[in-house]
């Protein structure tokens, strides 16, 4: 089901958590927030539609950030993002 992604060692365990915190902080946080957030929603909802409304609502609101840009030109590049975190 995707719920498990890796398993670690727990003598690595500590040090794969704190591997993943910092990818995570160094991506793209405004975005997740929204993520998190539509997936809150749609867990309780049970029309596509809306839900579909409320992504293109969330994707025109984060548009304008600078991660946004940054991922955009990253992709361009075919090389990583650089975000700023905001």
Request: glycine content about 10%; cysteine-free.
């Amino acid at each position: 089901m995707g719920l498990v992604t890796a398993v670690h060692p727990t003598e690595r365990f500590d040090a794969e958590v704190l591997a993943l915190a910092k990818r995570l902080a160094a991506g793209p946080t405004s975005a997740y927030g929204v993520a998190k957030s539509l997936i809150r929603q749609a867990a309780g909802g049970d029309r596509l539609d809306g839900h579909l409304d409320q992504e293109l609502e969330s994707l025109v609101r984060i548009a304008d950030e600078p991660d946004f840009a940054a991922g955009l030109e990253g992709f361009l590049a075919k090389r990583p993002a650089r975000f700023a975190g905001r």
